[in-house]
């Protein structure tokens, strides 16, 4: 599955998540300990005194080696687990974006609404109710994109922060108006789970595996069977093995939760697509039915809060489901490749390496 984010389509969240992959200070220092462990590793492995020893059977180069798999495989889940964190950033602002220009035009509507139903109160047709409703709308309107504006201002500074882009880097690369991308699982691609390449089960595996060769065992096998082949007597190696069991149940029950969310946010975008439609003819003739006089202003107050909530509920779903098609790829061992674990160390946005204890 690798590096997912390169083929969704969307080469701004592609952008944004190499971003932040390189300039994690975490994630560097974490590669930093890495690469410096691997050059001990060898040097030790040079000397003499080792080289004699595995003539005679030592297992401590298993065991070391072991434990370095289960810590670069600990590196690449950090790694997927970020970039599905800034993805899910990603979205949040992209829904923000598309809420607030479809609110900025149903403001524009609604001024255009307050216009008409002044000029039918100069001219008799109606009562001050009907610009009393008006200027109601009008406010509360204005008081939602103040709203969304600010929480538009945090979601991008959560970007910022989470890829260690300039906030004003972070709004070029969004620019004024966004839509949420459509993210959407391939359902053919679920019908088999296998979660072989999760990182996080891989590193359980070898740190395992460390702990059972440390014990004079030979290393767990890459199935979870119900087989004991330690030491007799021994229940290390069954406990072992019986963690290992439940991590995996664990993984499969993470795919599900994700595929079901999934399913139910892919099914309720296709209920309000077909709502929104309705929604927007009736606030249509609603206006229209208005301006002619055969409609009353309340009337015209419903169907456009109706249809303002469809709309922000269609953007909502579509953000659900990119979401879950996110944490489904991650679920399922996504989001890092075999070279993320021989990578050169990143370095800092100011170019100077970042200094790690």
């Known amino acids: 599955m690798g590096h997912w984010w390169q083929k969704a389509g969307?080469?701004?969240?592609?952008?944004?998540?190499?971003?932040?992959?390189?300039?994690?200070?975490?994630?560097?220092?974490?590669?930093?300990?890495?690469?410096?462990?691997?050059?001990?590793?060898?040097?030790?492995?040079?000397?003499?005194?080792?080289?004699?020893?595995?003539?005679?059977?030592?297992?401590?180069?298993?065991?070391?080696?072991?434990?370095?798999?289960a810590a670069l495989y600990r590196y690449a889940d950090h790694r997927a687990a970020r970039a599905a964190e800034i993805a899910t950033a990603?979205?949040?602002?992209?829904?923000?974006?598309?809420?607030?220009?479809?609110?900025?035009?149903?403001?524009?509507?609604?001024?255009?609404?307050?216009?008409?139903?002044?000029?039918?109160?100069?001219?008799?047709?109606?009562?001050?109710?009907?610009?009393?409703?008006?200027?109601?709308?009008?406010?509360?309107?204005?008081?939602?994109?103040?709203?969304?504006?600010?929480?538009?201002?945090?979601?991008?500074?959560?970007?910022s922060r989470l890829t260690s882009i300039e906030e004003a880097r972070v709004l070029e690369l969004l620019g004024n108006q966004g839509r949420v991308p459509d993210i959407a699982i391939d359902a053919g691609g679920l019908e088999e789970i296998d979660l072989a390449e999760r990182p996080d089960l891989l590193a359980l595996h070898y740190r395992l595996s460390a702990k059972v060769i440390g014990k004079g065992g030979s290393p767990?096998?890459?199935?979870?069977?119900?087989?004991?082949?330690?030491?007799?007597?021994?229940?290390?190696?069954?406990?072992?093995?019986?963690?290992?069991?439940?991590?995996?149940?664990?993984?499969?029950?993470?795919?599900?939760?994700?595929?079901?969310?999934a399913n139910a946010a892919a099914a309720r975008q296709v209920d309000l697509s077909k709502s929104m439609v309705i929604a927007r003819r009736t606030a249509e003739d609603a206006r229209l039915a208005y301006r002619n006089g055969t409609e009353t202003f309340a009337t015209l107050f419903v169907a456009e809060a109706a249809l303002l909530a469809v709309e922000e509920g269609h953007v909502a779903a579509r953000a659900e489901l990119a979401v879950a098609t996110i944490q489904s790829w991650r679920d399922r061992g996504g989001g890092w490749s075999a070279a993320d674990l021989g990578a050169d160390m990143p370095k800092s946005a100011a170019g100077e390496v970042i200094a790690c204890e």
């Open 10 to 69: 969307d080469p701004v969240l592609a952008a944004v998540i190499e971003n932040g992959l390189a300039r994690d200070p975490a994630l560097i220092c974490e590669a930093h300990a890495l690469r410096l462990a691997a050059d001990r590793a060898r040097g030790h492995g040079e000397r003499i005194d080792v080289r004699i020893s595995r003539l005679f059977g030592n297992n401590g180069a298993e065991e070391a080696e072991a434990r370095h798999l």
């Open 90 to 159: 990603y979205i949040e602002a992209r829904r923000l974006q598309e809420v607030l220009f479809i609110r900025e035009n149903l403001q524009a509507q609604y001024a255009d609404n307050a216009e008409i139903a002044g000029f039918r109160r100069e001219a008799g047709l109606v009562s001050g109710i009907d610009t009393g409703l008006a200027d109601s709308f009008l406010g509360l309107g204005a008081s939602g994109l103040q709203l969304f504006r600010t929480r538009l201002e945090e979601a991008r500074s959560t970007l």
């Open 220 to 261: 767990l096998s890459a199935h979870v069977d119900k087989q004991a082949d330690g030491p007799p007597g021994d229940s290390s190696r069954e406990q072992e093995r019986a963690l290992y069991r439940d991590a995996w149940a664990k993984a499969h029950t993470d795919v599900e939760r994700a595929r079901s969310a």
